[in-house]
């Protein structure tokens, strides 16, 4: 799956603006909105805008620190998140680069400057007297008449603290250290390893018999790839999903399928210079060892106590639940196509890498839909704008498209985002086309989030990336159903952080397990029947979809569910079953993987959607580590919250109003009582069941 957000920093720092001419990345910004000033943004500015920005930090937390003042809610917390401006804006601006457009030069720093911002973080979070501080305003809590997001925001500092390690003592808190900063190199190491090896050429086709089955406009893709690499006359398919999916469909070569699907499971996992198992070993260790310092048994225990699920019984419990229906399905999609290879008189048994190929021939021949019918209908400007007229209908908000904002890539957009009454409400990058600087997936963040402390409205800058069809040189971008999805999902992240409404951005932590709802439940727009009609059009007639294609679309809605929730499923054990050890030895990567796929009965004909090697969610940071399951957990919520929907209405107004009011704008430390306010009731699982057919 695609998805990933970068979720708002509890202990996002510091300092006023130092100005300094010289730095883009350091000045005020005058670009229209405050825009990053991309055109003048050059690699060697990052690192010492880096160093500038975090020793700015460092005088103003110690300045909070040493206050002789008596602790406040003001000089403390209001004052921490006023601080660590500029080093925030630096640190987006080069996440966002280093993720959508990297290059050896930007990878070099965020080597160098990972272990430092590991240290400097340290710093503030083991600072004694930082910490008494809000300690003691956290202990008379209830006597300071604060508000319920001042409360909300009290308790995410003091929590953070506490998790971060302020309550060790000294010996423990230099172990601590020594483990950030460890793991702050190892998954940068890991990042470049996996970027690497996503960009490798799986399969160079010389000679057009390697093409049977390929529809044109594949075979072009794989003769533009080739060229671009020094390859011209010959065909080329990587490792990034738009170039192997199609081709995993369509090739009549299954040796060229298996070649193909092999590359792709085994990146990481090569026993070369980029190999991740060592890595991911020692990752895991560092884990059980940092959970242990912080009083947890395992690293879940430590993550999910933060999360709805709260503990990884309750996780497994939800998995497990899930894994039997959907695990009976997916051999029922097994019998279906073993049945058509039957049929085509061959005497092999369906593989793993046949899968997407006879999966087509199924669908093609059960419900007379295919790949290649959809895709003239989804021409990704279609879709987007299709996107956005769904967020009007919805919250009344308009995109109007801006030329004079500064891109850091010719593919990038923008759009300014407009309340119904113009009201400017914030700033929209999508940048949607794979390049070799881009890691794989798709993902919404921001250089900036929403915060108004005093009146001083701060207004964000939210930008979607994808890896989507790209154009050819005689087509547009033509999408595939999955990718129309991704597009809506990530907009759905974008609409939850431009829809934030609160005083401190440090009020808005979102668990893992809730931030997929705002994603997800956008999702059920871009297929819904009475939507697709609206912006699937056809890129060459402008038509739209005909009736009888959406027929089919709806019969098939079912179709390869077993597969999608089992490969998925099968990705949430293996994250579940590395982060629930107690051991801080290190893990034979690869035993630890067949024994974790063994327990649940994993059945040959799939592999799990990522293995452990190039499992980027969990190992190329803390990020979804323990919290893959947080998809499918988030999926009980948008289905039964789409329901609300269908029973109102597709585009009620007053009760997207109130998804708006309740779920996107605020954070609140009880998103369960946040959902039922939207809803009336806990969310029930029986929506998920029906909409994958796995009742
Ligand atoms: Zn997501």
């Given at each position: 799956m695609k998805k990933s957000i970068c979720l708002f920093a509890l202990t996002v720092l510091t300092v006023g603006c130092g100005v300094q001419q010289e730095n883009p990345l350091?000045?005020?910004?005058?670009?229209?909105?405050?825009?990053?000033?991309?055109?003048?943004?050059?690699?060697?500015?990052?690192?010492?805008?880096?160093?500038?920005?975090?020793?700015?930090?460092?005088?103003?937390?110690?300045?909070?620190?040493?206050?002789?003042?008596?602790?406040?809610?003001?000089?403390?917390?209001?004052?921490?998140?006023?601080?660590g401006e500029q080093l925030d804006r630096v640190s987006r601006v080069f996440g966002c680069l280093n993720s959508a457009n990297t290059n050896d030069e930007l990878q070099d720093i965020s080597k160098e400057i990972a272990p430092l911002q590991a240290k400097h973080s340290d710093d503030i979070n083991l600072n004694e007297e930082l910490f008494?501080?809000?300690?003691?305003?956290?202990?008379?809590?209830?006597?300071?008449?604060?508000?319920?997001?001042?409360?909300?925001?009290?308790?995410?500092?003091?929590?953070?603290?506490?998790?971060?390690?302020?309550?060790?003592?000294?010996?423990?808190?230099?172990?601590?250290?020594?483990?950030?900063?460890?793991?702050?190199?190892?998954?940068?190491?890991?990042?470049?390893?996996h970027l690497k090896q996503t960009n490798a050429i799986a399969l160079v086709i010389d000679g057009e018999a390697g093409l049977a089955g390929l529809p044109d406009d594949v075979v072009q893709a794989a003769a533009e790839t080739a060229k671009a690499r020094g390859l011209e006359g010959k065909w080329a398919i990587t490792l990034q999903k738009p170039s192997f999916i199609p081709f995993l469909m369509h090739s009549e070569k299954r040796n060229l399928r298996e070649i193909v699907f092999k590359a792709y499971i085994n990146r990481g996992n090569n026993d070369?210079?980029?190999?991740?198992?060592?890595?991911?070993?020692?990752?895991?260790?560092?884990?059980?060892?940092?959970?242990?310092?912080?009083?947890?048994?395992?690293?879940?225990?430590?993550?999910?106590?933060?999360?709805?699920?709260?503990?990884?019984?309750?996780?497994?419990?939800?998995?497990?639940?899930?894994?039997?229906?959907?695990?009976?399905?997916?051999?029922?999609?097994?019998?279906?196509?073993?049945?058509?290879?039957?049929?085509?008189?061959?005497?092999?048994?369906?593989?793993?890498?046949?899968?997407?190929?006879?999966?087509?021939?199924?669908?093609?021949?059960?419900?007379?839909?295919?790949?290649?019918?959809?895709?003239?209908?989804?021409?990704?400007?279609?879709?987007?704008?299709?996107?956005?007229?769904?967020?009007?209908?919805?919250?009344?908000?308009?995109?109007?498209?801006?030329?004079?904002?500064e891109v850091?890539?010719?593919?990038?957009?923008?759009?300014?985002?407009?309340?119904?009454d113009g009201t400017h409400l914030g700033i929209f990058y999508s940048d949607y086309y794979p390049r070799d600087g881009k890691r794989s997936g798709a993902w919404s963040s921001s250089f900036r989030s929403q915060s108004n402390i005093d009146g001083d409205l701060i207004t964000p800058l939210v930008f979607n990336v994808g890896?989507?069809?790209?154009?050819?040189?005689?087509?547009?971008?033509?999408?595939?159903?999955?990718?129309?999805?991704?597009?809506?999902?990530?907009?759905?992240?974008?609409?939850?952080?431009?829809?934030?409404?609160?005083?401190?951005?440090?009020?808005?932590?979102?668990?893992?397990?809730?931030?997929?709802?705002?994603?997800?439940?956008?999702?059920?727009?871009?297929?819904?029947p009475a939507v697709l009609k609206t912006y699937a059009l056809h890129y060459e007639t402008g038509e739209p979809i005909p009736l009888e294609?959406?027929?089919?679309?709806?019969?098939?809605?079912?179709?390869?569910?077993?597969?999608?929730?089992?490969?998925?499923?099968?990705?949430?054990?293996?994250?579940?079953?590395?982060?629930?050890?107690?051991?801080?030895?290190?893990?034979d990567a690869a035993k630890l993987e067949t024994e974790s796929m063994d327990k649940i009965g994993l059945i040959a004909e799939i592999e799990s959607r990522y293995q452990s090697t190039n499992f980027g969610h969990i190992f190329?940071?803390?990020?979804?580590?323990?919290?893959?399951?947080?998809?499918?957990?988030?999926?009980?919520?948008?289905?039964?919250?789409?329901?609300?929907?269908?029973?109102?209405?597709?585009?009620?107004?007053?009760?997207?109003?109130s998804f708006r009011k309740n779920v996107l704008s605020k954070g609140s430390n009880d998103t369960m009582a946040q959902y039922v306010r939207f809803r009336g009731s806990e969310p029930k699982v029986d929506a998920l069941l029906k909409r994958r057919g796995l009742d």
């Open positions: 350091l000045r005020e910004w005058e670009a229209p909105f405050e825009t990053p000033p991309f055109d003048e943004i050059k690699n060697e500015h990052f690192m010492p805008a880096f160093l500038d920005a975090m020793e700015a930090e460092k005088a103003e937390v110690d300045a909070i620190a040493d206050s002789d003042e008596e602790p406040t809610f003001k000089n403390t917390l209001e004052a921490l998140e006023e601080s008494a501080r809000i300690k003691q305003i956290y202990e008379e809590k209830d006597s300071l008449g604060l508000n319920p997001e001042q409360h909300t925001l009290l308790e995410n500092y003091y929590l953070g603290f506490v998790r971060s390690g302020a309550n060790l003592n000294d010996e423990d808190k230099e172990t601590l250290r020594g483990i950030n900063e460890e793991l702050s190199k190892l998954y940068v190491k890991f990042r470049q390893n070369d210079e980029f190999d991740n198992k060592k890595l991911i070993s020692r990752i895991a260790a560092l884990r059980v060892r940092k959970a242990n310092l912080l009083g947890y048994k395992t690293h879940a225990d430590f993550v999910l106590e933060r999360n709805m699920a709260k503990n990884p019984e309750n996780v497994y419990k939800f998995l497990n639940d899930l894994w039997k229906p959907a695990l009976r399905r997916a051999k029922t999609e097994v019998a279906d196509m073993q049945a058509v290879i039957n049929r085509e008189g061959h005497d092999f048994k369906l593989q793993a890498w046949d899968w997407w190929y006879y999966a087509e021939k199924v669908k093609k021949e059960k419900y007379a839909l295919d790949d290649a019918m959809l895709r003239p209908y989804f021409k990704m400007e279609n879709v987007r704008k299709g996107s956005f007229d769904v967020a009007e209908k919805l919250y009344g908000v308009r995109f109007v498209k801006r030329h004079d904002i850091y890539h010719p593919d990038v957009e923008v759009f300014e985002v407009l309340e119904a890896n989507f069809a790209k154009p050819t040189a005689d087509k547009p971008s033509l999408m595939s159903m999955d990718e129309v999805e991704t597009l809506f999902h990530e907009l759905g992240h974008g609409l939850n952080s431009l829809f934030a409404n609160t005083v401190y951005s440090g009020s808005r932590r979102v668990p893992r397990d809730f931030v997929e709802l705002p994603s997800q439940i956008m999702e059920n727009w871009a297929r819904d294609l959406i027929d089919k679309l709806e019969k098939a809605k079912y179709f390869n569910q077993g597969f999608r929730t089992v490969e998925y499923l099968a990705a949430s054990f293996l994250d579940m079953d590395w982060h629930v050890l107690t051991d801080a030895t290190e893990q190329s940071s803390g990020g979804y580590s323990s919290g893959y399951y947080s998809y499918i957990w988030a999926a009980v919520l948008d289905a039964d919250a789409f329901e609300a929907f269908k029973e109102a209405g597709l585009f009620d107004r007053e009760l997207a109003a």
